[in-house]
Antibody, heavy 116, light 110 residues
């Protein structure tokens, strides 16, 4: 069974940093691209970043480019999102997502709150 | 404002057929496939339709998707109370070099 478990969320002050992790199990992690998607309270889904299976291709939404860094450790079956220079508008539930050709899988999400 | 435009709300009565539209442009829907997601309150999104009109295993055939030009639609037939949820379309955008979601449509079953 595919499982994605996010962690690392919490309360941080504007300008601060946070590192999110996503532990993957139940599939060959090194074979799949991974994504981070966020959802601000009461708002819609927003794609944040994607990374290819071997980390060769990385993409970011304009809203986080230059502040967030996605990475992965295939030996540890883990996906990461390093978030720097956090702003109030980054407050959201952050989901990690894995998509195959015929389905996709989401974690339960981790809440990041940016507030003074 | 989202790159992909969806109506903010839709509604129907049990048993009815409802459609939700998603309007984009040549750089997203016009040149890439569309996925649809269902999000029940307090839960993570769930893939309903991939590659414009394909259903993952386990998704009832009451749900169907279509695409024409720069627009896509999700149809739900035989509406049930448990279909009350938020629905999102998504597609890769070649100009923005990123994935885009529609703003979401809240479906109410009356």
């Amino acid at each position: 069974e595919v499982q994605l478990v996010e962690s690392g969320g919490g309360l941080v002050k504007p300008g601060g940093s946070l590192r999110l992790s996503c532990a993957a199990s139940g599939f060959t992690f090194s074979s799949y691209s991974m994504n981070w998607v966020r959802q601000a309270p009461g708002k819609g889904l927003e794609w944040v970043s994607s990374i290819s299976s071997s980390s060769s291709y990385i993409y970011y939404a304009d809203s986080v480019k230059g502040r967030f860094t996605i990475s992965r450790d295939n030996a540890k079956n883990s996906l990461y999102l390093q978030m720097n220079s956090l702003r109030a508008e980054d407050t959201a539930v952050y989901y990690c997502e894995m998509a195959t050709t015929t389905n996709d899988y989401w974690g339960q999400g981790t809440l990041v709150t940016v507030s003074s | 404002q989202s790159v992909l435009t969806q109506p903010p709300s839709a509604s129907g009565t049990p048993g009815q057929r409802v459609t939700i539209s998603c309007s984009g442009s040549s750089s997203n829907i016009g040149s890439n496939t569309v996925n649809w997601y269902q999000q029940l309150p307090g839960t993570a999104p769930k893939l309903l339709i991939y590659s414009n009109n394909q259903r993952p295993s386990g998704v009832p055939d009451r749900f169907s998707g279509s695409k024409s030009g720069t627009s896509a639609s999700l149809a739900i037939s035989g509406l049930q109370s448990e279909d009350e949820a938020d629905y999102y379309c998504a597609a890769w955008d070649d100009s923005l070099n990123g994935r885009r979601f529609g703003g979401g449509t809240k479906l109410t079953v009356l």
